[in-house]
């Protein structure tokens, strides 16, 4: 069974610092370009960050570029956010993910298909 578990959010004031951690089983985790995505109240998802299958290649997002760093650990199935200088729009609801970076738009997309995504974890910035 393919299960993703996101951890690691949490409250932290402006410009504080949070790392986001995602677990996968039940797929072969170093096949997949993974990536994470917010979702903010009323607000659509929105892809932030996606790392190649090697880890060799990241892309951000405008709006968290130079102060989120994406990482992955293929032996333990494990993505990562490390998230500085956090501000009140940060504040969303994260998710990891299968992802891809399209180069048209220069956006981070979801991969078509992926029906497994996890709880995620909370992040609130207050100001």
């Known amino acids: 069974q393919v299960q993703v578990v996101e951890s690691g959010g949490g409250l932290v004031q402006t410009g504080g610092s949070l790392r986001l951690s995602c677990t996968g089983s039940?797929?072969?985790?170093?096949?997949?370009?993974m990536g994470w995505f917010r979702q903010a109240p009323g607000k659509e998802r929105e892809g932030v960050s996606c790392?190649?299958?090697?880890?060799?290649?990241?892309y951000y997002s405008d709006s968290v570029k130079g102060r989120f760093t994406i990482s992955r650990d293929n032996p333990k199935s494990t993505l990562s956010l490390q998230m500085n200088s956090l501000k009140p729009e940060d504040t969303a609801m994260y998710y990891c993910?299968?992802?891809?970076?399209?180069?048209?738009?220069?956006?981070?997309?979801?991969?078509?298909?992926?029906?497994?995504w996890g709880q995620g974890t909370q992040v609130t910035v207050s100001s």
């Open positions: 993910a299968p992802c891809y970076y399209d180069t048209w738009t220069a956006t981070i997309r979801g991969r078509q298909g992926w029906s497994y």
């Open positions: 039940g797929l072969t985790f170093d096949g997949y370009t």
């Open positions: 790392i190649s299958q090697s880890g060799t290649n990241t």
